[in-house]
Nanobody, 119 residues
Framework: QVQLVESGGGLVQPGGSLRLSCAAS????????MGWYRQAPGKQRELVAT???????SYADSVRGRFTISRENVKNTVSLLMNSLKPEDTAVYYC?????????????WGQGTQVTVSS
């Protein structure tokens, strides 16, 4: 059973930066797809960014150019560097992982980490 643990959320002012990290355990193989989703109050969970262990990446239009996803395949970790944060980026961010395709929601989820962008 794959377990995902996120870290790095918090409170930041508009225009600021945060880095989220997620570490997977419970598998001895490289996880094909790891990424991030987010859910704001009253809204559905949505894709933020995903990355394959071959280097392919996918970003939501709302974060492209501001957020950067990266991975360490050997360690099965994924990070999300978030720059130029906006109040509308406020949400609970969830790590997501599995052996499906880059553009599919994967079966394993972290517990979520809160990101709040506010002055």
């Amino acid at each position: 059973q794959v377990q995902l643990v996120e870290s790095g959320g918090g409170l930041v002012q508009p225009g600021g930066s945060l880095r989220l990290s997620c570490a997977a355990s419970g598998t001895g193989s490289s996880i094909s797809t790891m990424g991030w989703y987010r859910q704001a109050p009253g809204k559905q969970r949505e894709l933020v960014a995903t990355m394959s262990n071959r280097g392919g990446k996918s970003y939501a239009d709302s974060v492209r150019g501001r957020f950067t996803i990266s991975r360490e395949n050997v360690k099965n970790t994924v990070s999300l560097l978030m720059n130029s944060l906006k109040p509308e980026d406020t949400a609970v961010y969830y790590c997501n992982a599995g052996w499906g395709s880059l553009y599919a929601v994967q079966p394993y989820w972290g517990q979520g980490t809160q990101v709040t962008v506010s002055s």
